[in-house]
């Protein structure tokens, strides 16, 4: 009944791009701060990027910067996270949730499995 479904992954060569969709159903996602989350082989989970409900603020990590935007279309309930100039540290699966607070990724609540992005040559 409650859902959020992420796609747009994929095996990529560095410098290439995708862009990752969060798409929910059974709720309206535009009362929620969301962002993206990833997780590497031996690595903790870490914050990649977050949009405030409203849209009016955008947070990313120091390593995306420059790289990757976030933005959501409330008419399709969908939030996207353009990648661009990817590497291969940008390997990992990764996750869309609401989150309490953008500026610091506070507790978030995950619903989907995720989608896998693989940067290789």
């Known amino acids: 009944q409650l859902q959020v479904v992420e796609s747009g992954g994929g095996l990529v060569q560095p410098g290439g791009s995708l862009r990752l969709s969060c798409a929910a159903s059974?709720?309206?996602?535009?009362?929620?701060?969301i962002g993206w989350f990833r997780q590497a082989p031996g690595k903790e989970r870490e914050g990649v990027s977050c949009?405030?409900?409203?849209?009016?603020?955008?947070n990313y990590a120091d390593s995306v910067k420059g790289r990757f935007t976030i933005s959501r279309d409330n008419a399709k309930n969908t939030v996207y996270l353009q990648m661009n100039s990817l590497k291969p540290e940008d390997t990992a699966l990764y996750y869309c949730a609401s989150t309490a607070r953008c500026s610091d990724y506070l507790q978030p609540h995950y619903w989907g499995q995720g989608t896998q992005v693989t940067v290789s040559s």
């Open positions: 059974g709720f309206t996602l535009d009362y929620y701060n």
């Open positions: 949009i405030t409900s409203t849209g009016g603020r955008t």
